[in-house]
């Protein structure tokens, strides 16, 4: 039995999480891999029973090195999903039959100048945005929209 096949399947449940400053600046961080693509973090559930919240909280610390519960940072539920084809050359990484993701999207907001550590086997650049300038960016039809939707979840929160 090889590696990949030891590796146990990917949930097709995911978060997008828009880490933004107070000033609506956007943290995209580019992939590896020579695509180029910008994103916001994403990743997918390591278990059935992880509510989407501890799946956000934990890729944010292990994409970006943000611990999204230090003092200042604001982790909001936008309670928006997507629902998404996979792409035909990931479908292997999911179970026979699985052709669909839901993806939960989220909100971050840190503190102006907090620090970014990036997980080099993921990714290998990171650029603060204007949240119009990231949605244009972004790689992702889904995580530009969540760029665009971002000043309405922060007027959201300040009420």
Known sequence: MTAAQQRPYKLPESVLVVIHT???EVLLIRRTGGDGHWQSVTGSKDRLDEAFEETARREVAEET???????????????????????????????P???????????????????VVLSP???????????????ERCFSASNAEACLLLPRFTTQQAK
């Not at 290998?124 to 300038?133: A, H, I, K, S, V």
């Open 121 to 135: 086997r993921e990714h290998d650049d990171f650029e603060w945005l204007p949240w119009q300038r990231a949605a």
């Open 65 to 95: 090195g943000i611990d999204a519960q230090a003092t200042g940072c604001v982790l909001t539920d936008w309670a928006l999903e997507n629902v998404y084809d996979i792409w035909p050359q990931w479908l292997h990484r999911y179970a």
């Open 22 to 24: 107070p000033a609506l």
């Open 97 to 115: 039959g699985v052709v669909r993701n839901r993806e939960r999207v989220f909100g971050l907001c840190v503190p102006a100048g907090t620090p």
